[in-house]
Structure formats: structure tokens, C-alpha cells
Nanobody, 123 residues
């Protein structure tokens, strides 16, 4: 099994930045990809970004391209989501998720999920 713990959320003004971290532990050798998802108030969970654990290949949802950047430090078993130029619409609980077989955009591809970290962007 894999355990994921998100951190780095908080309250920030529009235009500001936050860096989220996702620390993985357990049987991390089985991981293929890590993704970030979010739940905005009153909405379903949505894909944000993903990265291949070994390859480093990345993919982003269009709404965050140019503002968010996903990266990983394999030695630390940690994935990061750098969020710049934050907008009130980015307010959400952000979750990291780990996959054994892919790094795509669908939540069903991910077997392990963290508990989430709150990001609030004020106007």
C-alpha cells in the first residue's frame, strides 16, 4: 500500500503563489504516476496535473497551464504543485493521487489518495 500526505495549502490573495507537496510512503516502488486533483465548492473532483514518477512527463488541465507546474523529487518520494497567479476560482481542496499503471486525467486511474489540503484564494 501507499500513503500520501498533502501539505502547503493555505489562504492567499489573488495573484499570489502557493507550493503544495505530496509525500508518498509505503510501497512506492510500485508507483507509475502521481496526479493532482481538486474539489471546488459545490463541484465534482477534477483533474489538475499529473507527472510520470520515473519519466517526469507532465500533463495539465487547460485552465492551469502557464500558472501551475508539477514536479517530483524521486529521492524524497515527493511531488510538488507550484501554483502561481492564483485566482479565486482556484479555491478548492487539493488532493494528490498515485497510480500503479498510468498518469492520466481520470480519477479512476489512481488507486491511492491523500486526505487533501485546503487552498483558499481571496479577491
Amino acid at each position: 500500500q501507499v500513503q500520501l500526505v498533502e501539505s502547503g495549502g493555505g489562504l492567499v490573495q489573488a495573484g499570489g503563489s502557493l507550493r503544495l507537496s505530496c509525500a508518498a510512503s509505503g510501497r512506492t516502488f510500485s508507483l507509475y504516476g502521481i496526479g493532482w486533483f481538486r474539489r471546488r465548492p459545490g463541484k465534482e473532483r477534477e483533474f489538475v496535473a499529473a507527472i510520470g514518477w520515473s519519466s517526469g512527463r507532465t500533463v495539465y488541465v487547460d485552465s492551469v497551464k502557464g500558472r501551475f507546474s508539477i514536479s517530483r523529487d524521486n529521492a524524497k518520494n515527493t511531488v510538488y504543485l507550484q501554483m502561481n497567479s492564483l485566482k479565486p476560482e482556484d479555491t478548492a481542496v487539493y488532493y494528490c493521487a498515485a497510480s500503479r499503471g498510468g498518469s492520466g486525467v481520470k480519477s479512476g486511474e489512481y488507486e491511492y489518495w491523500g486526505q487533501g489540503t485546503q487552498v483558499t484564494v481571496s479577491s
